[in-house]
């Protein structure tokens, strides 16, 4: 939530909608009322590209490298707020690491959103996702000094995570111990350390936490809530195959935007690029089904 005394994030997986799945994920993001959404699992389709057009023709500001290549994913920045800037975190995958800066009453607050890809448990994807984990904790800022927040859909699990699942390997626990080490904290943790919630849940019911907040120890010492939401997954409407993700801090926005309602916004007319829309998600074996919400069909692995 945000208040002229509180600032809230959300971090929202979007499943690279369809346009009508969009429309309906629309509504409800701009109902929320937190001031900053993360959107993980973009692309280039035309379903992201409703997300960004209308936001930004309400005077949002909107902060969204399109993955270039086929198949591939990344994430938007949405905000309530005015973005100072935005800065390249990795090299490898960049679309898949996006900042922004927002002013507070405390001084700048960077927010990160991360989408880690997935992987199965063949040596071309695992060396993938290492490789992208490796350059973020080797480019990622620390947590001891400054506000920051990193969240997303990181696709890694916590190493006492309940249950324990043979398929991750060390260097994906590695990633989420190198949070505590940098100066950050779990924010889930520090306000529910015994709670067993889960992000993603397969068809047979197996859960997993994959989505997570970590706050810079100055910005720790502001976090007031921070809590799963999980109607967006489990709701008869079915937005997403992810619940989503909730922080607040008691640090004031300074600078916010004035903004419409994005769902009667009218996008600006501009001429007709060549680009590749992508309708649907390229088949992947990842130890986790994909559930395409957008088609009644058999899922696939995202």
Known sequence: ??????????????????????????????????????????ADSAGCALLEERFTAAGYSVTFPRPERRG?????????????????????????????????????LGIIGLYVPSRDAGPKKTAR?????????????????????VIGDFNILEPDHVPAYRFF?????????????????????????????????????????YDHAHASAALAEELTACAYVHEPRSGSDRLTDHSALTTTFTVAPTVPRPVTEPQAAEPEVAEPTPHTVLTRHPKETRGREHLDLDRQAPPVAR
């Open 1 to 42: 939530m945000t208040t002229q005394r509180t600032l809230g994030v959300l971090t929202f997986n979007l499943n690279n909608p369809s346009q009508q799945r969009a429309e309906r994920q629309l509504a409800y993001l701009a109902a929320r009322p937190e001031a900053v959404l993360v959107l993980t699992e973009t």
């Open 129 to 149: 996702k290492t490789q992208f984990l490796e350059e973020c904790r080797e480019r990622l800022p620390e947590g001891r000094d400054g506000l920051r927040l």
């Open 169 to 209: 390997k060390p260097f994906e626990y590695d990633f989420y111990r190198w949070f505590a080490e940098a100066g950050y904290g779990d924010a889930f943790r520090l306000t529910n350390p015994a709670s067993i919630e889960y992000s993603w849940v397969g068809r047979t019911g197996d859960g997993y936490r």
């Open 72 to 108: 591939e994913r990344g994430v938007m920045i949405v905000s309530r707020l005015s973005t100072l800037d935005s800065w390249p975190i990795v090299s490898y995958l960049p679309h898949r690491a996006v900042a922004v800066t927002v002013e507070t009453d405390r001084g700048p």
